[in-house]
């Protein structure tokens, strides 16, 4: 709560995360995955924190000595990063989905704020009801960034996933087309064309496999049974964009 955008806003992220990784080399049980959301104002630099998470994530895996780089999996520890924008004096989070709070340096010099807020917050874990502050109804928001080919929350946690438009997107150039490439295979083109040779379109039909492939079994991973996935895909009806 309170996280603000400076360099602290993981800190305590990482110091829970080494407590419990000795806590469950101890106990010889895996390390959980866990999902962090950061909360602070509508106004907060949220992006500062995101540019952030790579160097972080660089760190859990060098800690585990496990995982691959860029990819929010850790060994058996996953963080799904989220923000929720909004004033903490008032509900930010959906019924029952938080097990644990911390807020730093953000509720002082507010004394009477925090026995209304405390009153609040432990009223609301009593209600069954959805709470109006803070949120439109019961729908509460959260941004979590990184690429979807890849693993981006935890296992069997989401029930709906929607995309569109944007699955065209690869991640990255299709071997042998990069821009430094020789020979230049599809000169001065960023797209397939009618002029484009077969080992152009070869090659982004295979780098379309290997992402989609990557993005559903993610997705899998992260889908509670029943889930339901609804995807859009950009087409085009001519050989020439």
């Known amino acids: ?24 080399c101890h ?9 962090v959301f950061l909360n602070d104002l509508y106004s907060n ?16 895996k060098e800690d585990n000595n496990k995982g691959e780089v860029g990819d929010a999996s850790t060994g058996s520890s996953f963080i799904s990063s989220g923000t929720s924008a909004g004033s903490l004096y008032g509900k930010l989070f959906s019924r029952k989905s938080i ?12 004394s009477q704020q925090i026995m209304e807020w405390l009153k609040f917050f432990y009223n609301k874990l009593k209600e069954d009801k959805a709470c109006e502050g803070g949120a439109s109804g019961s729908c509460f928001i959260s941004g979590t960034p990184g690429s979807f080919y890849g693993r981006l929350f935890p296992r069997k946690s989401i029930h709906f996933v929607h995309s569109s438009s944007s699955l065209h997107w690869l991640s990255q150039a299709p071997a042998g087309l990069e821009s430094n ?41 992260e889908m ?18």
């Open 1 to 24: 709560m309170g996280c603000s955008s400076g360099p602290n806003a993981l800190s305590v992220v990482s110091y829970i995360m080494e407590v419990l990784r000795a806590q469950c």
């Open 27 to 35: 106990l010889g049980r895996q390390l959980p995955e866990f999902r």
């Open 45 to 60: 630099d949220f992006n500062n924190i995101f540019s952030s998470l790579p160097a972080f994530y660089e760190r859990l």
């Open 99 to 110: 097990r644990f709070v911390h807020s730093a340096l953000s509720l002082r010099g507010l």
């Open 181 to 221: 490439a020789w020979p230049a295979l599809n000169k001065g083109r960023l797209y397939i064309s009618k002029s484009s040779p077969r080992c152009v379109l070869d090659a982004y039909l295979s780098q379309f496999q290997k992402d989609f492939s990557m993005f559903l079994r993610s997705r899998s991973e």
């Open 224 to 241: 509670t049974p029943r889930g339901r996935m609804v995807l859009s895909f950009i087409g085009r009806a001519s050989p020439d964009p």
